[in-house]
């Protein structure tokens, strides 16, 4: 990138070292909103639809064919 400046560098090389560090270390960025997380997601399970929390696969009929074969 040739073509960058001395301030576009000085943004662009901190934003590149955060990016590489939560490449490597994510856990530094995920552990302190694990709590924050759980209290989110036990909120939605209250508000949570009784219908849409239990979606099962309807049982499908056999089809016949044209040659007489059922699938």
Do not use: C
Request: net charge neutral; proline share 8%.
């Amino acid at each position: 990138m040739p073509d960058l400046d001395k301030r576009e560098w000085a943004m662009m090389v901190p934003l590149a070292a955060v990016v590489l560090w939560m490449g490597v270390y994510p856990e530094t960025f995920l552990a302190p909103m694990r709590k924050d997380i759980a209290a989110l997601d036990a909120r939605l399970a209250q508000a949570r639809p009784k219908g849409d929390a239990d979606v099962r696969m309807a049982a499908i009929a056999p089809v016949a064919h044209e040659n007489g074969s059922a699938r």
